[in-house]
């Protein structure tokens, strides 16, 4: 159903790759609800996934962009008001990519230059992207910025790795240019921390269908999938949302706030009623 939630409005819509990418379903749903946008992703990465399939469904132009790259920056906000008639309203980050995780290094083993990468891609992205936009006056008075974070941020989770430090460094650069551009512009900055989603990206991450399935049985509500982090998304573009800014919102069914849940000490029992002696198990993660 549509609530013309953001008729009339423009944005820029970073990291869609597949129609497992959250970042495909915000712009879906943004289409649904009246916006025009612009999409963009890395070359590599438009190579590899379906983004006409999705520019053709939604009427948005593609624009091929290094997020890590100022000069790409530059050049995709100019080009995205020009195609779009002027500043835009939102603009969604989601943008994650460790290649320690993908070549399987543990976290007391990192190698530095993957690491850095990680930070660039997954963190500091963001800092060069709300720089760019503010320098170019590219962001209307009330706009919002979305990016996608999670609970990692804030808690030690088997096999996230350096992912936790980027994620922890993209709420924390929300905050500090949410207050700048809040101040001065009127324009809302905040991470979203959503529950584990299976995405092409998430997919890497070692144990990933056992955390999905832990969290499940932690959280009250169960978790949030990609179409209702998107649900989430676009109410934090709308004016509903005019005074929510410098925020970690956590989008997880309650899974933030839990301790142990019914659910999961049932499982947990379960493993020594089958014999498995939980205090011998270890990892170098």
Request: glycine share 8%; with cysteine.
């Amino acid at each position: 159903m549509s609530y013309n939630l953001l008729k009339g409005k423009k944005g820029i819509i970073f990291g869609a790759l597949n129609d497992m990418s959250i970042a495909w379903k915000v712009a879906e749903r943004a289409h649904e609800e009246g916006a025009t946008f612009v999409l963009t992703n890395t070359p590599v990465a438009m190579r590899m996934g379906e983004m006409d399939e999705l520019a053709k469904k939604t009427g948005a132009q593609v624009i091929p962009a290094d997020a890590t790259s100022i000069k790409d920056l530059e050049e995709l906000v100019a080009k995205s008001m020009e195609i779009l008639g002027g500043k835009v309203d939102f603009i969604l980050h989601s943008i994650g990519m460790s290649p320690n995780v993908r070549k399987g290094r543990k976290y007391d083993d990192l190698d530095y230059n993957y690491y850095q990468k990680t930070l660039d891609v997954s963190a500091m992205s963001f800092h060069k992207v709300l720089q760019v936009c503010r320098k170019m006056d590219a962001i209307n008075d009330w706009g919002s910025v979305v990016a996608l974070s999670y609970i990692a941020a804030q808690r030690t989770l088997y096999g996230y790795n350096d992912m936790a430090d980027a994620k922890s460094m993209l709420e924390s650069i929300a905050r500090s240019f949410g207050y700048i551009y809040g101040r001065d512009k009127k324009i809302r900055v905040n991470t979203v921390s959503q529950s584990p989603t299976i995405t092409t990206a998430g997919s890497g991450v070692k144990g990933m269908d056992s955390l999905i399935d832990f969290s499940e049985r932690m959280s009250p509500l169960g978790n949030a999938d990609a179409l209702e982090c998107a649900d989430y998304c676009i109410t934090l573009f709308s004016d509903l949302t005019r005074k929510v800014t410098m925020q970690n919102l956590f989008h997880d069914g309650g899974f933030s706030n839990m301790g142990m849940s019914w659910r999961a000490i049932t499982q947990y029992n379960k493993s020594f009623e089958d014999g498995f002696d939980i205090s011998q198990a270890r990892d170098g993660d």
